[in-house]
């Protein structure tokens, strides 16, 4: 079965934080071929603390090389899927047995780890030479970029903007409204059921329009709204029908895709009903690893682990040393939190887990 006549041929689409970990975990059992337009990992959740401070994504930022022993890696992207390769924008053809597509969202940041760490570097020079921050987008992204600022720059003004009726859509009401209370106390300004015309930005203006005709004065901006996924590439291919009206791939329960028994997916590009984070896109990783072994030795498909969701959990940084948390039973903010999550933003946890030293 296998594409060389040894171990099979496993072949991962992305190499985000789902499809590293698979690649990572699979080494030793297959022929695995990491296929990721990147150079590195990037610790996605430690994105805004580099803004701030950029010297931290010198522990965020991974080489596929530094965790990957045996997996072959090519820098490139996928364009297309047929029953037995991945064709790639470079030409290549790679052959596979099984395969897992883990492409998440589009990427708009730098291919190579050095230009990535020069991103960070000019984000950084353009809040420390502003008096004033807009931010657009009152999710994750916008509470924890705000919060950075506002605690590492307490003497800026920051101003959130968000379209929703609250912050945090995902999270409960009542951790919702405890993170708009810690922004608040934070002289952060937050303008709610509101828009700012995304085409209309430029790095040059510093008057900002929203869609109820306020003007909002800064210095400069940050679009903090979720990316597209990154799944349009797969509308020619043999996956078509196993996209749902969102794009999203269709997944059975033990991560296979709908209708084939070779090809996996996981995170974010999965219709799962949950929360989109990168500790559920490991667990996915590692169950379909687990999967993969037992479809290697050639057991039963009834024998494969399922996955199920669990209650949602969140874990929202806010700054440097406190944080929220909604749990099953209670919602904490403050310090607690953010002793589990904003000092290292799991960074060093995570690369244990890649077999690194933290």
Not at 170 to 185: N, Y
Not at 193 to 200: H, I, M, N, P, T
Request: hydrophobic fraction near 40%; charge should be neutral.
């Amino acid at each position: 079965m296998a594409a060389d006549g040894g171990k099979p041929r496993v072949v991962v689409v992305g190499g985000g934080i789902g499809g590293a970990l698979l690649a990572k975990t699979l080494q030793p059992d297959a022929d695995v071929v990491l296929l990721d337009p990147k150079d590195y990992l990037e610790i996605n959740w430690a994105e805004l603390r580099s803004m701030v401070e950029p010297s931290f994504a010198e522990r965020s930022l991974i080489y596929h090389t530094d965790y990957l022993t045996t997996a072959t890696i090519v820098t490139s992207t996928a364009v297309n899927i047929t029953e037995h390769a991945v064709l790639t924008a470079d030409g290549q053809s790679l052959a596979y047995d099984f395969l897992v597509v883990a492409t998440g969202h589009v990427m708009t940041s730098s291919g190579n780890r050095t230009g990535r760490l020069t991103e960070f570097q000019s984000d950084n020079e353009k809040i420390k030479s502003s008096e004033s921050v807009l931010i657009i987008g009152g999710g994750p992204t916008g509470v924890e970029l705000a919060a950075e600022i506002a605690v590492d720059y307490p003497e800026k003004k920051v101003t959130l903007v968000h379209r929703g009726s609250r912050l945090l859509e995902f999270i409960d009401k009542k951790a919702s409204k405890k993170c708009l209370d810690w922004l608040t106390s934070k002289k952060v300004d937050v303008l709610f059921q509101q828009s700012v015309d995304l085409g209309s930005l430029s790095n040059t203006e510093k008057f900002y329009k929203t869609s109820s005709g306020e003007t909002i004065t800064a210095d400069c901006h940050f679009v903090c709204i979720g990316k597209p996924l990154s799944s349009s590439w797969l509308h020619d291919t043999i996956l078509k029908e196993s996209l749902d009206n969102k794009g999203r791939i269709m997944v059975e329960k033990d991560l296979r895709v709908k209708g084939y028994n070779n090809i996996f997916a996981i995170g974010d590009i999965t219709d799962i009903p949950e929360i989109k984070q990168g500790y559920l896109a490991q667990k996915h990783a590692l169950l379909v690893a687990k999967n993969l072994k037992l479809l290697m030795k050639g057991p039963p498909a009834s024998k494969l682990a399922t996955y199920s969701t669990g209650y949602p959990l969140a874990l929202v940084s806010l700054g440097r040393n406190e944080g929220l948390a909604q749990l099953p039973f209670v919602t904490l903010t403050g310090c607690i939190p953010g002793m589990i999550k904003s000092r290292d933003l799991f960074v060093s946890k995570t690369r244990k887990q890649m077999g690194l030293n933290a």
